[in-house]
């Protein structure tokens, strides 16, 4: 290539490169143990429709615009929508998954500490979309 | 080139003709024309933004209609045509050719624009530039939703057919002495990012025109009350706009490769790397575009995949920036305008890609997807990157279309500011983002954080909106009332480069 020597530019693609399989692999690793769902999860069905969140526990108790949950237990989410394209997020916790018409997602976690956190919706879904927020309460159990 | 406004001739005979710098003229104006009503949008939205609560406008509506608007006039109608501008001015004379393969096609692609344009804006849709159904089916406003696909689906076909025009100018038109490999690095952008067109366009005018009978009810492919899919739509969607990022930035990247070898007096540190490059991303850009769905409920395996997909395009992009770097080093560098945003958008490139790779490792994406960091993230790309070494171009090319000179101190001014105002609403948003603040809100809680970091956003843009004002009023004065340009070397950097400009007025 060209009448000098290129050996810089590969010795960089070469870094490149290195770079970016070391970050692929480390996000690879991350991701295959958040995928997991303990067995043991609690299940709650959240329902994103134009502009609120429900939740359902696995007792049946329906929760609008606030959900309760423990210290020390995992929760799985079972995403529906009943409308058009949400996304269930708590930011703090890292949670985020759409709520698709016609299909359920899940998505889980645990939270470790009391605490009050903001739940919102990430994905446009039309004219109240900035205000489709909610409030998760985190408590120790009682 | 074109010395408009030193031989006038009246607008009509530019209007109607087909000559590749007339079209590339009315490309150019078209297109920044859009520029800056798609950026006065955007003024309105960090204006609204600057507090919580409504500021100047009234309903959300609106303000979802803005940034709809916003967003598809900047991508569709400023970046896109530009890069047609300046591919129209420029690849026939660097294949030494007397025009584009097909003239008349050439302007047809051109009258698409307007309409189009007149479209998107009487619409006003208010479903973002994706278009998401079942949104868009089922609760998008009427004809504005309609008016909106209409105007996409005009510009898909103009895109199509000055992508055939292209790929033909530079494959079957270019002189016999010239082997491909001797085409200049600009015209290679142009060929690449045609073939990308090509490939993925018509996917998105299948996926339009399912979407245009799913809102008549006639049939339910996206809509899930009849059995449809509204990831499918997604994944039509990204085939066609992941590798449209790519068409997006290879001509600018292009751009910049024909003003740093200039302004370096250096040849280009490696032509084929450059040329590989852009093969290779234009091939690669096709095997990421489900990076933007990793929160839809993929498998685990589709999400690797596509995470390795996203970051194979890496080294590519990273190719460029070392060529850049490599023909600036030991150059005898000139600082003059173009060469000056240029460089700046090298910078902003390396720090937008940067974030990209955040986006593309699968876990960090859940934090950022949808929030402000993402547009962050792309706004470093159309604005830091594509934007910048448009405006490049434009200060370059000017003396060749006009006859005269831009004023140079204000060519830095408007450099410098807009640089600052980019690093201050761009950089912010990438925080923001991480402080969780979603993209597409009218209105946001009053978080302390994020009320201070939408300020320096709205600050950063309204510096931008100033150094954007002095631009115009330069090249306004200075294409009327500007000194005469030596057109052999308007920017004293001594020597013709590639081929010969020729300084005449075509007539056709
Ligand atoms: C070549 C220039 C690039 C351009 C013009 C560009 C443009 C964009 C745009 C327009 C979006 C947002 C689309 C939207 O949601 O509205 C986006 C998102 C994204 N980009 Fe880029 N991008 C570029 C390069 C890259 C690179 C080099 C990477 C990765 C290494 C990357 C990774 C991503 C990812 C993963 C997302 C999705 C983020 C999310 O929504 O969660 N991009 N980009
Ligand atoms: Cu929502
Ligand atoms: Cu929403």
Redesign the interface.
Known sequence: MGGHSNWPEWIYVGIVIALMTWVGAEAWEAERLVEHVPEDAETIIVTGQQWFWTFEHEDGTKEIGELHVETGKAYKFEIVSTDVIHSFNIHDYVVLMDAVPGRVNTVWFAPDAPGVHDIQCREYCGLIHYNMRGTLYVEDPA | MVLELQKPRPIWQIMFSTHHTDVGLLYLITSLGFLFLGGSLALAIRAELFLPGAQIITD??TF?RIFTVHGTTLIFLFILPFASAVGNYYVPIMVRYKDMAYPKLNAIAFWMIPPSGALIWLGFA???WYA?P??SI??APGPAADMWIFGLKILGISSVLGAINFVVTILKCKHPDMSIGQVPLLAWSYLSSSLIILVAIPTFAAALLMLLTDRLGVSGFFN??MG????AYAHLFWFTFHPEVYVLVIPAIGMMYEIIPRFSRKPI?????GIFAFVLLSIVGFSSWAHHMF???MS?TE??VF??GT??A??AS??HV??FI?TMWNGRIKFSTPMMWSVGGIALFFGAGAGG?VN?????D??T???YWVVGHFHLFVMGTIAFGSIAFFYYMFPYVTGRMYNETMGKIHFVMSFIGTILVFFTQHVLGL??M????????PIPEWIAMNQIATVGAMIIGVSMAIFLANMIYSSGKGKLANTEDPFGVGGKYYYPFEAKNPSH
């Open positions: 959300s509506m979802n208010d479903f973002t998401t079942p949104y089922i609760s899930p009350a449809g899919d509204p990831i540190y490696s032509y084929n790397s929160a839809t409920g685990f999400k690797t995470m390795v970051l194979a890496v080294p990273a190719m070392f060529n490599a790779v593309s490792a699968m876990p960090l859940f934090s997807h949808d929030t402080y969780g979603p993209r597409r809100i009218f209105d946001y809680p």
